[in-house]
């Protein structure tokens, strides 16, 4: 009956445990902007698509180092995760400057053996102003 | 034995016909720009959380309408969909004038008995130069 089943699985399990790694990563990498806490939850190899880091497990901490001097009050907040296969998806709430503009995140990982190896992102500033009043979360 | 199944389940097969229309959905409203067929993936009510876009079916419409004069060439293409629970996860590749700079998406559907509900988007035009080769997809 396994075809038919819509409980429980270890693949659930498996997706659920790379989330939980990832919001770890977020509130090592960003919130708290430590590096070697961060860097345990990456794997051996770390593959960066975000146009603004360079590759790599050293572009990783040249980054945490840059957010840690230039915007030690930054934030994120995950509104939204998501996970599938060996990826896992967040839609991220982030604030550089407390009271300063929002930016809308998301964030896409790809997790091998249950630690982060590659990372995608799209990040835009939230206006001002909108066409509707539902919030861009 | 379904607590520890691993194979195709009911709710895996929901998740892909919820990918589907996702797809369907993009061919129609964004590179055909065909209003009435896209209308037919929504439901109901339709929740817009991107500021440039006015709330609700008629405010859908209006968009459509709007890249159909404004950008006839508009395309997208659909490099990674993923769906968990009642969301799809999809990370576009978009071109508003052939040869034109490029967009990088993210657009995350919610999905009510297979037809499109709520819709919030991150959209960032990829720079020219990067700090790694990997390009954002």
């Not at 090592?28 to 360079?54: C, F, M, S, V, W």
């Not at 995760?81 to 839609?91: L, N, R, S, W």
């Not at 053996?113 to 919030?135: F, L, S």
Request: proline fraction near 4%; charged fraction near 25%.
């Amino acid at each position: 009956m396994s075809t038919v089943s819509t409980g429980s699985t270890a693949s659930d399990a498996r997706l659920e445990a790379n989330k939980r790694t990832v919001l770890a990563f977020y509130q090592a990498a960003i919130n708290e902007k430590d590096h070697h806490a961060a860097a345990k939850l990456l794997g051996d190899t770390y593959i960066q698509h975000n146009p603004r880091i360079a590759d790599g497990l050293e572009g990783f901490r040249e980054f945490v180092e840059t957010l840690r001097v230039d915007f030690p009050d930054l934030r994120c907040e995950v509104r939204r995760i998501f996970a599938e296969g060996d990826h896992v998806i967040a839609h991220v709430h982030g604030v550089r400057v407390p009271g300063g503009p929002v930016t809308a995140i998301v964030d896409i990982f790809r997790l091998e053996g249950g630690r982060i190896a590659e990372h995608w992102d799209v990040m835009q500033q939230v206006p001002d102003e909108a066409r509707n009043r539902n919030g861009m979360f």
